[in-house]
């Protein structure tokens, strides 16, 4: 018997937004395909009950082979993508050596986009789709430490904006997502990327990452930030955007992600960088 289910697949999975996504519109009825870097997430999450495979978004093999798995799956009607999964290079600028990079646009920007192009002649086919690509408040405004990041979400954002022209009228429509500070183990699952590419001691910053970013990266808050809300938050723009009969293009989450677009349009750009650098 034929599966009728919507069909939805979600990149990034093993943890925080991509797995709350996963579990939440499981329960709403979709058809979840929740796939994963590594395959022992994939066991993990197949053991819950969702179906995984993987797809590392780095690995144009692997993007092919997941876009081909889940069209498989769904003969082809596919009804939405989430785009979700992607890190952090946690560095000073002048710190980030080209193969960091190199790396993180693999992940967060080229790989999304390989993944987009291969879902999306089947949703031209049938007049109907949904691609919603996870950005950042960090896709409106730029922060220290965090620019290797920053470059791919305003790439995505800019990409995203490109896609939602050129497929009016095809009945695929393109939503950008904009957390803020969210509840997960982002940050935590930076330290390794930190720690392959980063030469902090040899850093013109080395004092300033002594005091600002290593606190942040290894120490636990010491307080909660006032405006971090769970993947959940996350989660409930997301099914708007996928079940609602007209989605926003955009769609912001947590205060500061609100704050950000209205800044960026109303400062000048002195007085701007003055408020991101904290005084």
Not at 29 to 35: E, I, K, L, S, Y
Request: aromatic share 6%.
């Amino acid at each position: 018997m034929a599966d009728d289910r919507r069909a939805l697949l979600i990149t990034g999975c093993s943890s925080g937004i991509g797995l709350e996504a996963a579990r939440m519109l499981a329960a709403r009825g979709w058809r979840v395909f929740a796939t994963c870097r590594k395959p022992e997430d994939c066991a993990r999450l197949s053991a819950e009950g969702l179906e995984s495979f993987p797809l590392d978004l780095a690995s144009e093999d692997s993007v092919a082979a997941g876009a081909e798995e889940a069209l498989r799956r769904c003969d082809g009607r596919l009804d939405g993508l989430f785009n979700n999964g992607a890190f952090a290079v946690p560095g000073a600028i002048e710190d980030v050596p080209r193969a960091a990079m190199r790396a993180i646009f693999e992940t967060n920007l080229f790989g999304q986009l390989d993944l987009t192009n291969r879902v999306l002649p089947a949703m031209r086919a049938r007049g109907a789709g949904r691609i919603v690509m996870n950005s950042s408040v960090l896709g409106v405004v730029a922060a220290p430490w965090r620019g290797a990041y920053v470059a791919t979400k305003f790439a995505l954002e800019g990409l995203t904006d490109t896609l939602r022209l050129e497929l009016a009228g095809s009945g695929v429509e393109i939503c950008l997502i904009e957390p803020g500070p969210i509840a997960t183990a982002f940050r935590r699952n930076a330290i390794p990327h930190f720690e392959a590419h980063i030469d902090w001691r040899g850093s013109p910053h080395a004092d300033a990452y002594q005091q600002t970013l290593m606190p942040r990266l290894y120490q636990p808050a010491a307080k909660k930030d006032r405006f971090e809300l769970p993947p959940a938050a996350v989660v409930e723009k997301l099914i708007h955007a996928l079940e609602s009969p007209r989605p926003a293009t955009r769609y912001p989450v947590t205060v500061p992600a609100r704050t950000a677009g209205a800044l960026r349009r109303l400062l000048p750009t002195r007085l701007l960088d003055r408020v991101l650098r904290g005084r």
